[in-house]
């Protein structure tokens, strides 16, 4: 199956690219299966129930999100209706919503999509390791499962690739989200896993991991704050990681980077867009 992962969308810059690119490329290259992370949608800082459904709309099949999950206060009750709406599966017991979806393809398969939180300079959450082995005790790609999914939320490269060698073979894809800026290490790991460090976001580059680079500036040189952090408002480039996947097996066979418009140079899938 053939599935893109479109990473963290930040602000309004982002939420344009998304409703600018998405409908047209499933359309263009037969998508199965479409994950957006969109814990920084609404105004850099969490996700609204209009936003998410917007992503939706646009043809995403399942949302994830990370530290910034509840940031719009009305995730905590909207989360609960929002079946296709996915936080860190190692937030404490008894957090609203789920860690864990199951979802129907566009081509009817089954896919699970978690998204994990690591820890290495991050709230100190569950062990992400353990919640990983959780998540996918009785779970099979290939019988009961067509493909797993993992949004890794995490700052640290390190505990990003630790952890996509510890899911190898389990899943589909685990792919890094959080720090804004695509790594360019997407890869097959030796087990089947596809995998990249991370996906990098959707938003404008011009700026400070998508915000506005005055206020970052400010703070960084004269240690004082003096306004808000707000996205940048440029054109964002739609930043994300294509992967078709064995329909037997559940393993990745291709995968390939995802860039589109802004600043950032662009790269495709020549797999599916010859
Ligand atoms: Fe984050």
């Known amino acids: 199956m053939r599935i893109l992962f479109l990473g963290d969308v930040v602000g309004r810059s982002g939420r344009e690219a998304v409703a600018a690119h998405l409908p047209g490329l499933i359309t263009r290259w037969q998508l199965d299966l479409v994950v957006v992370n969109g814990e920084n949608a609404a105004g850099g800082f969490g996700i609204t129930e209009t936003i998410y459904d917007e992503f939706i709309a646009a043809g995403a099949d399942a949302v994830t999100l990370g530290n910034h999950a509840f940031d719009q206060r009305e995730a905590l009750v909207f989360i609960e209706r929002a079946d296709r709406l996915v936080r860190p599966a190692n937030y404490p017991p008894g957090t609203p919503g789920r860690g864990t979806a199951l979802v129907e393809a566009k081509n009817g398969a089954r896919v699970l999509v978690t998204n994990i939180m690591g820890r290495t300079f991050m709230d100190p959450l569950d062990d992400p390791f353990a919640a990983l082995d959780k998540t996918l005790d009785g779970v099979e790609m290939g019988a009961h499962m067509d493909a797993v999914i993992i949004d890794f939320h995490a700052e640290t490269t390190s505990e990003k690739q630790a952890f996509g060698h510890y899911c190898d073979g389990r899943a589909t894809l685990v792919v890094g989200t959080h720090t804004h800026v695509p790594t360019a290490d997407h890869r097959i790991l030796s087990g089947g896993t596809a995998f990249m460090t991370d996906v990098g976001m959707c938003g404008c580059y011009d700026g400070v991991i998508g915000m506005d ?62």
């Open 213 to 274: 680079k005055d206020e970052p500036l400010r703070r960084f040189t004269r240690k004082i704050g003096s306004g808000r952090f707000e996205p940048a408002a440029g054109p964002a480039t739609l930043s994300g990681l294509a992967v078709e996947s064995c329909d037997k097996t559940g393993h990745a066979l291709k995968v390939a980077p995802v860039r589109l418009g802004g600043s950032l140079a662009e790269a495709r899938p020549d797999f599916w867009d010859a």
